[in-house]
């Protein structure tokens, strides 16, 4: 397998995207290989300051960077040998078999969208997060900001989206999928969430349990939370807040310390025709790792190829 | 003052209710007056149990109850004999200066709307909160739920609100007012947030900031946290939950007790003709005390009153 690695992307990079890299290195088989995208002198330098041989990986060269302040679709569009750009296209003659990402989130969207496109059927992509439940397992939160925009037929689709990475990534047979709620009764929320639940109570293709408010993400009532980008995005920053808040209290147990977004590493964009996968803008080594061994899980689980399955199977669903 | 309490609204009402009545009595002065409002042989019990003096209280019959589930606009308008359908001609009539309840939160809406009214020039009456900062003193964040579905020129009234109830309740001169967002950038978020920040920055009512991230929320960057009631509400819940899971840790420090919402009481509906508060439906005697003491100092600070003469001040603004 292929893994290719944005080196350019992210507040801290090149530096954390190779440390990362290297950090990864003992964690995947010699079968796979991590390809560094981005300037070679940058990567060649890198990694001699971390007296790292450079044959450990392949490294392909590309002289743009872009930015995070960027406009995305111009930049993915304009900046033709960028290390975004390169990849994609890479990503889409299967050099690669996957791409991930700690830069600009909007070009990572776009140049997905524009490059290997939306499985058929799919509306819009998403991103998900696993959330770490209080006694033990993972629930799962999508869309958390791959859309900001969105219409309840397209969180519909969430649902399915959901559901199927559920069960690939927890092994869940019969994922409960449930839509995030100011309340838990059937008619509770603001008119999208009214009538997503109408569609999603109506659509047979997932296992659909109704409303559930915030203070049950954590807990085993269901397996995936349907949201909005918008909302989803303010809830998940709202968690690292708090994350942050009590590391600085010095306050550590294994639950909490589950709200450390290094350990995800990043969220896939799930619904365009290949595994991609975005970082955060802040990550460290540590969180560039986890990301690459995610963007291997995508691979490893066919996500891209259930996803495409379940929606032809359920294509009059939608 | 007269303080209306709705005796039988909350989910361990009438109780709770009285109880926390009792608690309250401690803490205001001789001439004000706590009036109870509901069935009357209930609140005859529960002040016996209490081995309480019925003559510490005014005592008002209602012989209807509304309850939680009922549909809040018909439970308003059929159940005539409500506490709060009675509580509401009360205040309307001025027999009472303020009314608090912790029962069906959509009620005491329809029912502020419906009796008292809105103030003129607010389009839609909102909810807000106080957020404890880490380093002391507080924020304020509205809509916490009164409205789920507002368009962006109600944003933007929230913001002239926020910042009236921010000089009233906080003693801040000018209150920095800021849009929650999921970017700090000019032209972050959805439309609604893209739309609002517009709407905001070329109003001169008050004094707008730009766009902050939940991170900021607990810190002394802004004053005002304006967003739609549907993520206001979310964001609320998810604190709440942050403090149930540290309270089963055991962890307690002054910052993290301030996300308890019984030290909050309640949050006032803001742009109505009176003085109206909202609690908790699970509210302890603890909260339903503090929602006492908020609906007196909602009526002592002159809310009303502060808002009417801003609303008419700015009216070209709107």
């Known amino acids: 397998m292929n893994i290719g690695l944005d080196v350019m992307g992210g507040d801290f990079a090149p530096q954390n995207t190779v440390a990362g890299a290297l950090l990864a290195l003992s964690e ?43 406009k995305p679709l111009k930049a993915f569009q304009e900046k033709t040998n960028s290390s975004l750009s390169v990849g994609f296209r890479m990503l889409k003659s299967n050099d690669i078999d996957t791409i991930a990402s700690a830069g600009n989130s909007g070009a990572l969207g776009a140049g997905a969208m524009q490059s290997v496109h939306n499985i058929p059927g799919i509306i819009r992509p998403c991103a998900a997060t696993t959330l770490a439940r209080e006694n033990g397992g993972y629930n799962l939160l999508l869309d958390i900001g791959a859309t900001t925009d969105v219409k309840p037929d397209v969180m519909a689709q969430f649902g399915l989206i959901g559901s199927i990475y559920a069960q690939a990534l927890l092994k869940i047979e019969h994922p409960r999928v449930c839509l995030l709620n ?27 349990i109704g409303n559930l408010e915030p203070r ?3 807990s085993n009532e269901a397996d995936v939370f349907v949201t909005d980008g918008f909302v989803g995005n303010i809830l998940l920053k709202q968690i690292e807040t708090f994350y ?75």
């Open 244 to 318: 942050h808040l009590m590391v600085k209290r010095n306050y550590k147990d294994s639950f909490i310390t589950n709200f450390n977004y290094e350990l995800h590493g990043g969220s896939p964009i799930l619904g365009v025709n290949a595994p991609v996968v975005l970082g955060h803008g802040i990550s460290t080594p540590l969180a560039i790792k986890n990301m690459i061994l995610l963007s291997k899980r995508m691979v490893d689980t066919h996500m891209t190829e259930k996803l495409k399955q379940a929606f032809s199977q359920y294509a009059d669903n939608f």
């Open 182 to 208: 100011i309340g838990t009764e059937d008619t509770k929320g603001n008119l999208q969430c009214q009538t997503a639940f109408r569609l999603m109570q109506d659509n047979k293709a997932y296992n659909f």
């Open 28 to 70: 995947i088989s010699r079968e796979d290989c991590i390809v560094l995208i981005g300037k070679e002198e940058l990567i060649a330098a890198e990694l001699a300051k971390n007296n790292a041989n450079p044959s450990l990986f392949k490294i392909v060269n590309a002289t743009q960077v872009i930015e995070m302040s960027d």
């Open 216 to 218: 049950s993400i954590f």
